[in-house]
């Protein structure tokens, strides 16, 4: 069983910026498949952006395209999720989660707790 504990989450006025990291422990695999999902109040869960085994291949919803940027952490197992220029609606619960390919865009894992960012007018 995989464990996945997002943080980096808070509360960040519209225009700013915060960085989300992604850890995943217990019986993981040296090699592995990432992505963001978010969740606003009211609303289905969402992709928002994935990254492949090596970090060569990224991709994004529309809506967070040239604002958000995932990247690979530098601890094993890790990764990133850098938000430029929030909006208020990007506020929502992010979660990471894997997928199984490249490109994919609905999450294969067990979900973890999320990290709360809140983004004001």
């Known amino acids: 069983q995989v464990q996945l504990v997002e943080s980096g989450g808070g509360l960040v006025q519209s225009g700013g910026s915060l960085r989300l990291s992604c850890s995943a422990s217990g019986d993981t695999d040296a090699s592995y498949t990432l992505a963001w999902f978010r969740q606003a109040p009211e609303k289905a869960r969402e992709f928002v952006a994935g990254?492949?085994?090596?970090?060569?291949?990224?991709w994004y919803a529309d809506s967070v395209k040239d604002r958000f940027t995932i990247s690979k952490g530098s601890a094993k197992n890790t990764v990133n999720l850098q938000m430029d220029s929030l909006k208020p609606e990007d506020t929502a619960l992010y979660y990471c989660?894997?997928?199984?390919?490249?490109?994919?865009?609905?999450?294969?894992?067990?979900w973890g707790q999320g990290t709360q960012v809140t983004v004001s007018a």
């Open positions: 990254i492949s085994r090596s970090g060569a291949i990224t």
């Open positions: 989660n894997y997928v199984n390919r490249p490109r994919e865009t609905i999450a294969s894992g067990s």
